[in-house]
């Protein structure tokens, strides 16, 4: 395909797409092309090979195609410019209609052909003649501009708009694909559009006066409003001007006055996509609202403003994020609960993020990682003056008692510091009970469940009432009323006596799968096994759970028996409080004991789980062989 070594028909199948039309915030339609796959897969092939050299000419002035966070670094660079403007100073943003859609394609293959020869023939393979959009069933020819979905159409629109782009002299220039941010004195961005209007004509392009905004920095209101607004209003009828409190670029607010109504916004739809999940399993919901419908639709604005300044916004965010996790797994979080389900995974938490926590590490990072780039955007005319937000943040983050990380460009390094002091902040204050829980937690591998996609198909989906004593459980929480228990035991508030009862209805069944987990990946890493062997009979008339049937290893079996200890059994707390993985350790010590007889014969493995999910130092090691086994067989060294 990179060759455009292909037949005709073939082209016509691989470059048709399914066109899916999703509404716009203005009530316009945004068609997205979903391409076949293999087109996709050249074309993000062809898009890797060139975009490092493009981008390198595209920066400082184009910063959408190949500039790893372009576009924070494009609103730090208008909130810096902003705040340092000399006198008589507005900034501009303009919006293309329908950019990718109108894009003429024979000055895109024009472009192409100059700036990046080596994937021409690919280019103009796929759109050098019309190719078919199917939508339901109708079939629409597409012959203009490239298709809203191909990895390669932001680098292809970018080079077409290039010289248009760099046209434009005036001191603020920067655009993130079709949209253009552009400031300066007045005279200087006038005769810029005069120049970028007729140049995007040529390409098939058109300025939306009507979404388009101008915000005056530092003129005069009075002689802004008679004389300047004006002006580009004759140019750019109905342009908008906008004020402090709703200026916006790329999505992010530039003032700390717009941050308060923007982030209730942002609040309100996500309060709005959370209620959708009420008929949804409490596993999977979850899963989304960690992973997709919270902090991640949070992420970007955190990154690129000063959200940290609006503390009380913030803990409405987390309020949100408290509420619905405990509406949807029908748990009720205590103060301390609700901070260890903050933390990270690895730190004995559920991985839920609360904004109000990261607001600061997250913009301290982003500045630092974006600096060179927002130097490169201001220079030559305000490169010098301080970053008066990355100077307040710090100020903040010193206050707290935290140093500057090494590496102040990973987000990582910022929010381990803060992660480490909640965790061992928890880990003094805690009881007992609650100190061997998150001991348990902040194990390897205890919290995998936390991470697993929830399918049914894989057998990763958890029932409801699971998921709920799962996350009370890792986190101490109250799971049931008080009760008295079968064999006559209290069962207090927590819910812990059934995990060491005799008569507990699960103990069989929990043994059982344990079992049969070891066997099935055994026998996928070509051990087939046989469970309760016949013949390996102890002197007490006891045998193993399981034995293969071919050597493992040093031309023997492997046999295994397993158990599941009580992390929080009476015998068992007071270590679980100290060292995690104590009962596991403990069991495994006898386990090895008990079979001693067998170890001349057969390698014997102990399998040591506890009721936390802790897993046992022998078992850990036993498992991860297993892995790679069974890597190995399927040829899958990631399995």
């Known amino acids: 395909m990179l060759a455009a070594d292909i037949p005709p028909f073939a082209r016509n199948l691989l470059f048709s797409a399914n066109l899916l039309p999703f509404s716009k915030k203005d009530g316009g339609v945004r068609p997205i092309a979903v391409g076949n796959v293999f087109r996709r897969l050249a074309s993000k092939i062809a898009c890797w090979s060139v975009s490092p050299d493009l981008s390198k000419n595209f920066v400082p002035t184009q910063v959408g195609v190949g500039v790893p966070s372009g576009c924070e670094a494009a609103v730090h660079a208008a909130r810096r410019y902003l705040s340092t403007a000399t006198p008589n100073r507005v900034l501009v943003k303009l919006d293309i209609s329908n ?110 006066p009507s979404k388009s905004e101008i915000f005056n920095i530092s003129y005069d209101p009075n002689y802004f409003n008679t004389s300047i607004y004006p002006l580009f209003n004759s140019l750019l009828p109905n342009i908008k001007a906008v004020t402090s409190s709703d200026l916006i670029v790329l999505g ?74 405990s509406a949807n797994t029908n748990v009720n979080f205590d103060d301390a609960g609700w901070q260890q389900a903050i933390l990270p995974v690895r730190h004995g938490g559920l991985g839920l993020q609360a904004p109000s926590v990261l607001a600061l590490p997250f913009y301290l990072s982003s500045s630092y990682r974006c600096s060179p780039l927002v130097l490169r955007i201001l220079s030559p005319h305000s490169e010098s003056v301080l970053d008066q937000e990355l100077s307040h943040g710090i100020e903040v983050w010193s206050s707290r008692g935290f140093d500057i990380p090494c590496y102040p460009c990973y987000t990582k390094a910022w929010t381990e510091t803060m992660f480490l002091q909640l965790y061992n902040s928890l880990l003094s204050s805690c009881d007992q009970h609650r100190r061997a829980c998150l001991l348990a937690a902040s194990s390897e591998w205890s919290g995998a469940w936390l991470n697993a996609y929830p399918s049914g198909n894989t057998g990763t989906l958890l029932d409801p009432k699971s998921v709920q004593i799962g996350i009370s459980l890792r986190l101490g929480l109250d799971i049931c009323f008080p009760h008295t228990c079968r064999c006559g035991s209290v069962v207090d508030r927590k819910g812990l006596h059934p995990l060491s009862c005799r008569k507990s209805p699960g103990r069989i069944p929990r043994h059982s799968e344990l079992n049969s987990v070891v066997k099935h990946a055994l026998e996928a890493a070509g051990f087939p096994c046989q469970l309760e062997p016949p013949g390996l009979l102890r002197e007490d008339g006891k045998r193993p759970d399981g034995v293969s049937l071919f050597p493992y290893k040093n031309g023997k079996a492997i046999v295994w028996d397993a158990t599941c200890s009580d992390t929080f059994a009476s015998s068992c707390l007071s270590l679980s409080a100290v060292e995690a993985g104590s009962a596991a350790k403990r069991a495994e010590t006898k386990k090895a004991s008990k079979y001693a007889s067998l170890m001349d014969r057969f390698i014997f493995e102990p399998v040591s789980v506890e009721t936390s999910g802790v897993l046992g130092p022998s078992t850990l090691r036993f498992l991860s062989k297993i892995g790679r086994s069974l890597g190995r067989a399927r040829n899958d060294p990631v399995n």
């Open 252 to 325: 992010s607010p530039i003032f700390s006055s717009a941050i308060p109504s923007f982030l209730e916004l942002k609040l309100t739809k996500i309060q709005e996509s959370i209620a959708t999940l009420k008929t949804v399993d409490a596993h999977a919901a979850f899963f989304l609202i960690k992973n997709f419908l919270a902090f991640p639709r949070l992420q970007f604005f955190l990154q690129s403003a000063p959200c940290h300044r609006h503390h009380c916004a913030l803990q409405h965010f987390d309020l949100l994020l408290r509420n619905s996790i």
């Open 99 to 208: 950019a990718f859609n109108s894009v003429r394609r024979d000055s895109l293959l024009d472009a192409c052909l100059s700036r990046c020869p080596s994937i021409y023939r690919y280019v103009d393979l796929s759109y050098g003649s019309p190719s078919s959009l199917i939508c339901g069933s109708s079939a629409i020819s597409s012959e203009n501009g490239v298709q809203q979905g191909d990895p390669l159409g932001p680098l292809l629109f970018s080079l077409a708009i290039d010289s248009a782009v760099k046209a434009c002299q005036s001191e603020f220039n920067v655009w993130y694909l079709d949209d253009a941010t552009i400031g300066g004195p007045a005279c200087s961005i006038l005769e810029d559009l005069n120049n970028i209007i007729p140049a995007l004509i040529s390409l098939g392009l058109s300025i939306n």
